[in-house]
């Protein structure tokens, strides 16, 4: 089965220092998201990617973040300047038509 | 408000039993209501879902029930087994919108 694939599994970096954060979406697929969990919290929307520009993003979404498909496969979330409270797992997700909504297994960032 | 309300925050069962958690939303433009189960360390994977049409929606031992008037769904599960343990999150897709609102989980352990 065609599967959301994410690298790294886990980063830890340094508070100031910037993180990009990679995803392969299935194939085929045409919109893309990022969602985080904080550790122990609900998962929180933070934006949708369509035709190359973003569709619809959170107030989470500030601009330390940043999102970019550089090619026809990857998809990219940038954190300019992490902060602590950066530190969540971050899950890249994507959809063809329809509502179903695929995710990755996440990317854990520690933010020290 | 964009908000999705879910309760319990945990729950224990015995095999056999019928664990229910149950979900409320205020805002009525919400078109579509998945449920999503989430092991340790993996990204959410989408069990069932329902639209706000239909009262109930049935597959393989998962129900959702979904009472339009009162604004809540609710996720039953039958004849649990102890590899349902796991945390599970309803959500809702605002209607035109493709962010999902995710609740606030509810840590499931099936004991055996």
């Known amino acids: 089965e065609p599967e959301v694939t994410q690298t790294p599994s886990h980063q830890v970096t340094q508070m100031g220092q910037e993180v990009i954060l990679r995803c392969v979406p299935i194939s085929n697929h045409l919109y893309f998201y990022w969602y985080r969990q904080i550790l122990g919290q609900k998962v929180e929307f933070l934006v949708s990617?369509?035709?190359?520009?973003?569709?619809?993003k959170s107030e989470i979404f500030d601009d330390q973040f940043s999102v970019e498909r550089p090619d026809g496969s990857n998809f990219t979330l940038k954190i300019r300047s992490t902060k602590l409270e950066d530190s969540a797992m971050y899950f890249c997700a994507s959809r063809q038509y329809g509502n179903t909504i695929y995710f990755g297994e996440g990317s854990w960032l520690t933010v020290v | 408000q964009q908000q999705v309300k879910q309760s319990p925050q945990s729950l224990i069962v015995q095999k056999g039993g019928i664990p229910i958690i149950n979900c409320a939303y205020e805002?009525?433009?919400?078109?579509?209501f998945p449920w999503y189960q989430q092991f340790p360390g993996k990204g959410p994977a989408l069990l069932i879902a329902i639209r706000p049409d239909v009262s109930e929606k049935k597959e393989g031992r998962f129900t959702i029930s979904f009472n339009k008037s009162a604004k809540q769904f609710s996720l039953h599960i039958m004849d649990s087994q102890p590899g349902d343990s796991a945390t599970y999150f309803c959500?809702?897709?605002?209607?035109?919108?493709?962010?999902?609102?995710f609740g606030t989980g509810t840590r499931l352990l099936v004991s055996p």
């Open positions: 805002n009525t433009a919400f078109d579509y």
């Open positions: 990617f369509y035709n190359n520009e973003i569709s619809e």
């Open positions: 959500a809702a897709q605002p209607t035109g919108f493709q962010k999902l609102v």
